[in-house]
């Protein structure tokens, strides 16, 4: 066991730059307070996105009996989720599409077709978001073959009628992030300089305030548990404050970056550290793999499956291919692994991990269908 721990400590190490030697980073009490908590599994089946509600406590996890109150939709081409509130746009056609968004606190739901008065056209759409009250999206509106504009359509749920404002930019939108009152857009410059920038836009009169100017490479945008943006590059990431956008940088040494650049699933815990997917390289031969990524130390923790599973556990009893989301259960202090399985089927499962430098798997519990999301309750 003391050269189990030895090595995680030192994979700890090797993933970032501004590593110290500590205890393991979030979550590794692997405290449990046999709490009774709820979860809501988004799982992919097929071409339909479909739910589960499952019951939990410290010691097991099953599918609870009660239909969830979710419908089976198609799998959405974007997401954007804060909290338990999921916005998912699907589009159905060169220009039309509709967004639902799904409130799972309280199984509130607002639907939408959108872009009918565009007529035909060709569109393309690269990114949603949501506040309590209004829906962004930003897409493109090709003129020519040459020629295409920019905007983001602000969509206003509290009013009587269907009403919307359409906001042009000058280069293309690639990401958005709504906090403390303002959209934030992530944008390129691709026919001049090929830089990104980022534009602030108030959200009570839908008008640009500034624009920030972020170097190259920049390639996603994402909102902490304290409403400051986390502006994502391959070898390095910035905290930006959302009002005084006051920045600081977090480099990486080569070799060692986190990787939640290209995470295709990521929530974050009550104290801010982040779990999500990754791809190990050389630390796992598994394509995706869990991963914790703790701003408060700029550390990244793995677990990769050779760590804490047999090789009979992976293969034959889990059949585990990738890892397709994460979350955290924050009562019983588990992370969460939805994951693939590796036989064709199109089946997955979950597994509830005690996490820390001892991981161990609390249980398991498969699937007719592949874990897209979680919500725990």
Known sequence: ???????????????????????????????????????????????????????ADSELVTINPHASPFENTEIPDLTYKDGDVISMFHSTGDCSAFILKYDFSDDTSQELELFSDLGTCELTAYAVAHSSSKIYIAYGLMLTSTVTNYFVRVIDLD?????FVDVQLAKKPIDLVYTNNRLFILTL???ITD??????????????????????DAQKIIKNVDGNLIISYDELHTLMNSLSLAVQYINYEPGKEPKFVVAKSSNFDSGGSL??????????????????????????????YENFLTEA?????????????????????????????????????????????????????????????????
């Open 313 to 377: 556990e992976r293969t034959l009893e889990y059949k585990i291919e990738s890892t397709t989301m994460v979350g955290f259960d924050e009562k019983n202090g588990f992370m969460l692994v939805g994951y693939k399985k590796s036989d064709g089927s199109g089946k997955g499962g979950l597994l509830r991990i005690k996490t820390g430098p001892e991981p161990a798997v609390i249980d398991n519990l498969n699937f007719d269908g592949i874990p897209f999301d979680i919500i725990v309750k």
């Open 195 to 216: 830089e990104n920038a980022l534009s602030v836009m108030n959200a009570d009169t839908n008008t640009l305030l500034i624009e920030v100017g972020l170097g190259y």
């Open 189 to 191: 410059d691709g026919e």
């Open 275 to 304: 779990y999500y997917t990754m791809d190990p390289g050389a630390y796992s031969v598994y394509p995706s793999i869990p991963a914790i990524y703790d701003f408060g130390q700029n550390l990244a923790i793995l677990y990769a």
């Open 1 to 55: 066991m003391k050269t189990y721990n030895l090595f995680y400590l030192l994979l700890v190490c090797l993933i970032v730059s501004s590593c110290s030697k500590s205890d393991g980073g979030s979550g590794d009490e692997g405290n449990n307070t046999g709490a009774d908590a709820d979860y809501n599994i988004l799982l992919n089946s097929g071409s339909t996105l479909t739910s589960l509600l499952l019951n």
């Open 159 to 163: 009013a009587f009628e269907s009403s």
